[in-house]
């Protein structure tokens, strides 16, 4: 079975700062990875995803993540933090079949202060 | 090019009643799969609907059915209600084997 932990439900960080949400997964076969974001009263938007390749994964509004196999995490990062960053970001795993059934996790809340 | 839309957007409900949600899909999306989202929690996976057929049906009880018609748009409904089911319903669909899911905003269920 896969599962998602999502370490900190919510993240404070100062305007310019570093941004770093941890995930971790748990997975009996290769995963696809993702990571959404999700602003208030809003549906999910995709930040960016793993599925093979390349480990370090560049997606939208400056955010990053790398796939690290040995400690099973995929944590995400941006450099410098800014105001509109300030949302609900999901963490999911999926199989690497044609399924696309997502396992969320918990969810992380970024606070960014000014 | 419209993205996934979901309707309605807010709906009150009480115990015991029966709901239906609609969802229609991006164009040239054929999979729906519809996920509830419980406050302050991850969205769990429903169901999946191809080809007008469940295809993979998460841990849910049997009150939860769905529907998806010719054109890939689809249905949630939900009988029964208890004031558990209470919750974000969030659509997403998806374009053949390209592992990408778009999300709608979501319905807003809130039984009382």
């Known amino acids: 079975a896969q599962s998602v932990t999502q370490l900190g439900s919510h993240v404070s960080v100062s305007e310019g700062a570093l941004v770093l949400l941890r995930c971790n997964y748990s997975?009996?076969?290769?995963?696809?990875l993702f990571w959404y974001v999700q602003y208030p009263n809003q549906g999910l938007q995709l930040l960016l995803k793993?599925?093979?390749?390349?480990?370090l994964v560049k997606g939208i509004n400056g955010f990053e993540a790398e796939f690290k196999k040995s400690e099973t995490s995929f944590h995400l990062t941006k450099p410098s933090a800014h105001m509109s960053d300030a949302a609900e970001y999901f963490c999911?795993?999926?199989?690497?079949?044609?399924?696309?059934?997502?396992?969320f996790g918990s969810g992380t809340r970024l606070l960014v202060r000014p | 090019d419209a993205g996934v839309t979901q309707s309605p957007t807010h709906l009150i409900k009480t115990r015991g009643q029966q709901v239906t949600l609609r969802c229609s899909p991006k164009?040239?999306?054929?999979?729906v799969s519809w996920y509830q989202q419980a406050l302050g929690q991850g969205p769990q996976f429903i169901f999946q609907?191809?080809?007008?057929?469940?295809?993979q049906r998460g841990n849910f009880p049997d009150r939860f059915s769905g529907h998806q018609f010719p054109n890939y748009s689809s249905e949630l409904n939900v009988n029964a209600l208890l004031l558990g089911d209470s919750a974000l319903y969030l659509c997403?669909?998806?374009?053949?084997?390209?592992?990408?899911?778009?999300f709608g905003p979501g319905t807003r269920l809130t039984v009382l």
């Open positions: 999911a795993v999926s199989k690497m079949d044609s399924s696309y059934k997502l396992i």
């Open positions: 997975s009996s076969v290769p995963p696809y």
């Open positions: 793993y599925t093979t390749g390349a480990t």
């Open positions: 164009s040239g999306h054929d999979t």
């Open positions: 609907y191809y080809e007008e057929e469940e295809r």
């Open positions: 997403a669909s998806i374009k053949g084997s390209y592992n990408e899911q778009f």
